[in-house]
């Protein structure tokens, strides 16, 4: 079951208190691609290691976050900066 509506919109990155929407499949693609790679890494540093069903992006899109079962993983640490894994 993909997010409600409602909570996309009261949802805010913990980082940038900016909101937040899915990542679009051409870039959750390109994304995977490089995490199958070994190329990306989380905001504290440790290597992205499994590939994403689903991500939220910033408005800026400078952070993603995975969602993992349909829940959303809003933890700095666990944040992916797009930066790094260039696919902005």
């Known amino acids: ?17 900016q909101s937040l929407s899915h990542l679009s499949g051409q870039k959750l693609k390109a994304l995977n691609d490089q995490i199958s790679e070994g190329t990306v890494h989380y905001s504290d540093g440790s290597l992205v290691e499994d590939v994403l069903d689903d991500a939220l992006v910033t408005d800026n899109g400078s952070l993603i976050y995975r969602i993992d079962s349909d829940i959303p993983v809003m933890l700095q640490d666990r944040s992916i ?8």
Do not use: D, G
């Open 81 to 88: 900066p797009s930066a790094e894994s260039a696919i902005t």
């Open 1 to 17: 079951m993909p997010i409600h509506r409602k909570l996309l919109e009261i949802l805010r990155c913990p980082v940038t208190k």
